[in-house]
């Protein structure tokens, strides 16, 4: 792509049009709306924008849910404009949203839907593994959720003596 696309914070202007991929991305399974995402965004966890130019072209969330010493973080949204999707935008999103979680070195979890194929293989290509099944996790579509795990970072420090 020769658009270059950046990372960086997502901000509450943002959440309009968060909102508006949403009802494209997640149809059917209660999509977040405008103000689902500025409370996120005002809650201090780490919600990051991709964009190409002035045009947000991707979104994702990460929760702390735990601190050290057992830290746990739970991926609560990832999601590319279908137009901009295949070019390598939600891989860059996740892998920021873990690079934060490796330097807590949070366990971090997440649920996706059994029959989302790229996003279940983007996951397993970063560690994930399916943990579990949650039966008619999503409203009101009622579609079966997988809950996946990735284990917190091994402690470079330890190792390296
Ligand atoms: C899942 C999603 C965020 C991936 O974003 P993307 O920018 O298209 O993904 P990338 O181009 O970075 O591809 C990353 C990896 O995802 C997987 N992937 C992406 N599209 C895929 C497809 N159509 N089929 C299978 N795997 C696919 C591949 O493993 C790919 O890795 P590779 O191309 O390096 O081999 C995007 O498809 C999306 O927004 N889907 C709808 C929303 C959604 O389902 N979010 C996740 C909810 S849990």
Known sequence: MSTTVTLGPLYRADAPRCAELEELLFPGDDPWSAQSFRDAVSSGQLYLAARAGDELVGYAGLAVVAGPPMAEAEVHTIGVDPAWQGHGIGRALLA??????????????????????????????????????????????????????????????VADR
């Open 96 to 157: 920021a949203l873990l690079a934060a979680a490796d330097e807590l070195r949070a366990t971090v979890f997440l649920e996706v839907r059994t029959d989302n194929e790229p996003a279940r293989t983007l996951y397993e290509s970063t560690g994930f593994v399916v943990v579990g099944t949650r039966r008619r996790y999503y409203r009101p579509s009622m579609a079966d959720a997988y809950t996946m795990r990735r284990e917190r970072a091994a402690r470079q420090d």
